[in-house]
């Protein structure tokens, strides 16, 4: 299966090194008594894992990359920061149930990411939730990665034990969840999402952003997308107007099919798997960079109806070499790209970032 194509991206490889992969393993460590919490409801803590992406909770680094993972599987790691916490202060006896359905470095390595549930038993089956988390956490001063990291995790599952502490749905109506609920796997929240219940799609238009992309907010049109005769995945731009148009798009559909706009070089056929959608890398692709925009004559000749350049900014009329920003960005692309090369990608549908 051959890929979706830009024509006007069309460059000989960079021919950049493989990406050095240095991983980073990170230890928390619980304080003797957390501030705020005088006790807590549970001795004993199970925690149900529901992340997309359970492999490690992000990577960072332009060149090479620094891959962070905890010492232990990640519920092996809040359940024994959970647990000394409870021992440090009175509580009481009973499991505590964690349901995590996103802990990730964002904005790698200040940031965490932590959206959880916490639940205690109620009733012969059912659960009781007592506590709910959606929060970024930064970690405090200027350190190494490694410690950035680390001080933001346990900022983040203690603000956890901190709103179990205080009930931190106090004031709110009591909600109860049966096990099937509790224990449900997060794609299926994601089939409330308006492009995963869609069932159809219009003949043509682009998804600007991923946002309207998981809204389902298409904006439509007759875009001139040239279908080449030797494969149905392979399209051009036969005017400079229109592959213009495209340029940091998130996805596009044509023919009633949606494609995912990869680097702004490929267009990749999309498929709804499991409560969200993939897409398959081939082999082949290379990261290219795009060549320089001719000037505004060229695009006059190709297309009589583009604006007049009077009304636009001037463009040079040869070709500028590569900035250094945008040798970076290739070499970031093709590190990025022979780690997808051959397999199929998924998207986290509340986050837009691409699994695999």
């Not at 995963?196 to 600007?208: D, E, I």
Request: charged letters at 20%.
């Amino acid at each position: 299966m051959k890929p979706l194509l830009f024509f006007l991206l069309l460059a000989g490889p960079a021919g950049f090194s493989a990406a050095q992969k240095v991983p980073v393993v990170i230890h928390l460590t619980p304080p003797p008594k957390l501030k705020g919490v005088s006790a807590l409801p549970f001795d004993k803590v199970v925690v149900i894992d529901k992340r997309f992406d359970t492999a490690h909770p992000g990577t960072f680094g332009f060149v090479d990359q620094y891959i962070f993972k905890f010492d232990q599987p990640l519920p092996r790691v809040v359940e024994a920061y959970m647990d000394s916490a409870a021992a440090a202060v009175p509580h009481r006896e009973g499991t505590l149930y964690v349901s995590i359905n996103r802990f990730a470095i964002v904005n790698a390595p200040f940031e965490i990411d932590l959206i959880a549930d916490a639940f205690l038993p109620s009733g012969d089956s059912g659960f009781r939730k007592v506590a709910s988390i959606d929060s970024h956490f930064l970690a405090d001063g200027r350190s190494g990665y490694k410690i950035l990291v680390t001080r933001a995790s346990e900022r983040a599952l203690n603000a956890l034990l901190q709103r179990i502490a205080g009930d931190g749905l106090a004031g709110m109506p009591r909600y109860y969840y049966a096990r099937s609920t509790v224990y449900a796997p997060i794609t299926r929240s994601w089939l409330r999402y308006p492009v995963m219940a869609a069932t159809g799609f219009p003949s043509a238009g682009v998804y600007q952003t991923w946002s309207n992309f998981r809204s389902n907010l298409l904006d439509t049109g007759d875009y001139p997308l040239t279908m080449t005769p030797d494969s149905s995945y392979f399209f051009g731009y036969p005017m400079p107007v229109a592959e213009r148009h495209f340029k940091g798009i998130y996805a596009v559909c044509y023919n009633g099919l949606l494609y995912y706009n990869l680097f702004d070089q490929y267009l990749l056929p999309l498929v709804k798997t499991n409560g969200t959608f993939s897409f398959y890398v081939p082999s082949s692709l290379s990261a290219l960079l795009p060549e320089p925009l001719p000037p505004f004559d060229a695009f006059q000749a190709l297309d009589p109806q583009y604006p007049d350049p009077v009304d636009m900014a001037p463009m040079p009329s040869k070709p500028a070499l590569p900035s250094t920003a945008e040798r970076g960005l290739q070499t970031y692309r093709e590190k990025k790209l022979a780690g997808m090369k051959g397999k199929t990608c998924f998207i986290d549908m509340d986050t837009g970032q691409i699994v695999y």
